[in-house]
């Protein structure tokens, strides 16, 4: 599948959802989504991990629904990211994001220390905007996503923040 940097949105997150927000994270998501497809952002790009990965790319299948202009890209670290996973209905859920995508990039065949951050630089260096769930105190891939997409001049929407709609202010 070919796409285009500037109609392309990744996504980042944490793999756990604090509490708080697991009621209003789906609403601010779809609120996100729609708003990027508004401004004729229509392929989105899902890493695959448990949590905001996941239910990113759940969105991105719901929006395709209403909207088949809308691709889902999958950007897996490797071949067997599943390998590790302890929980069934995790690796059947990733095996259904899989099977749904409209295409999969594996950045490399098998797991090594490197594999996820390379594969958050390959979606932001492939990205135009960055949907974040980033919780403030927050260390780790996530943050790490987030910075390499500032310092790459990606904007970035978080989710977390509750002013995440001023991006979309004219």
């Given at each position: 599948?070919?796409?285009?940097?500037?109609?392309?949105?990744?996504?980042?997150?944490?793999?756990?959802?604090?509490?708080?927000?697991?009621?209003?994270?789906?609403?601010?998501?779809?609120?996100a989504i729609q708003n990027l497809i508004r401004l004729d952002y229509c392929n989105?790009?899902?890493?695959g991990a448990v949590g905001f990965d996941m239910i990113a790319a759940e969105a991105?299948?719901?929006?395709?629904?209403?909207?088949?202009?809308?691709?889902?890209?999958?950007?897996?670290?490797?071949?067997?990211?599943?390998?590790?996973?302890?929980?069934?209905?995790?690796?059947?859920r990733y095996q259904r994001l899989v099977e749904e995508a409209n295409a999969v990039?594996?950045?490399?065949?098998?797991?090594?220390?490197?594999?996820?951050?390379?594969?958050?630089?390959?979606?932001?260096?492939?990205?135009?905007?960055?949907?974040?769930?980033?919780?403030?105190?927050?260390?780790?891939?996530?943050?790490?996503?987030?910075?390499?997409?500032?310092?790459?001049?990606?904007?970035?929407?978080?989710?977390?923040?509750?002013?995440?709609?001023?991006?979309?202010?004219?």
């Amino acid at each position: 599948m070919e796409f285009l940097k500037n109609t392309s949105v990744c996504f980042t997150g944490h793999r756990k959802i604090l509490g708080v927000h697991t009621h209003v994270l789906p609403i601010r998501l779809d609120r996100a989504i729609q708003n990027l497809i508004r401004l004729d952002y229509c392929n989105f790009i899902a890493g695959g991990a448990v949590g905001f990965d996941m239910i990113a790319a759940e969105a991105v299948l719901a929006a395709r629904e209403r909207d088949p202009r809308i691709t889902l890209f999958l950007a897996l670290p490797c071949r067997d990211q599943t390998a590790r996973w302890k929980n069934p209905s995790d690796i059947a859920r990733y095996q259904r994001l899989v099977e749904e995508a409209n295409a999969v990039h594996y950045i490399q065949d098998s797991y090594s220390s490197t594999c996820m951050h390379k594969r958050n630089r390959w979606m932001i260096d492939n990205s135009a905007v960055c949907v974040a769930y980033l919780n403030a105190s927050a260390s780790g891939g996530t943050a790490y996503t987030v910075n390499y997409a500032r310092g790459k001049d990606v904007p970035v929407v978080n989710l977390a923040d509750s002013s995440f709609m001023e991006i979309f202010a004219e």
